[in-house]
């Protein structure tokens, strides 16, 4: 079974930074699209940034210029340097991958979540 742990949320003030990281572990054969959603109090989660295992990446409009996603594909890990926060940024954020477990079966996992707070 995929596991996805996510660390680096926490409160910040509206102009800083934070980086948030998920690691992905267990019966993995190949990590494809790995991504960062966020979901706000009474909104939908959106997708913040997606990044493929061959490092192309795309970005929601509201993150373009102050957010950077990467990943380590080594350590099957993702980041996410979020800069220039705004209040607006404030929500839980969530990891998701897809790709092929240790008998080639196709999969999608989820993180638990990270809050992210920003203070205006």
């Known amino acids: 079974q995929v596991q996805l742990v996510e660390s680096g949320g926490g409160l910040v003030q509206a102009g800083g930074s934070l980086r948030l990281s998920c690691a992905a572990s267990g019966r993995i054969f190949i990590l494809n699209t790995m991504a960062w959603y966020r979901q706000a109090p009474g909104k939908r989660r959106e997708l913040v940034a997606a990044v493929t295992r061959g490092g192309s990446t795309n970005y929601a409009d509201s993150v373009k210029g102050r957010f950077t996603i990467s990943r380590d594909n080594a350590k099957n890990t993702v980041y996410l340097q979020m800069n220039s926060l705004k209040p607006e940024d404030t929500a839980v954020y969530y990891c998701?991958?897809?790709?092929?477990?240790?008998?080639?079966?196709?999969?999608?996992?989820w993180g638990q979540g990270t809050l992210v707070t920003v203070s205006s």
């Open positions: 998701n991958a897809e790709g092929r477990d240790g008998d080639v079966r196709y999969f999608e996992v």
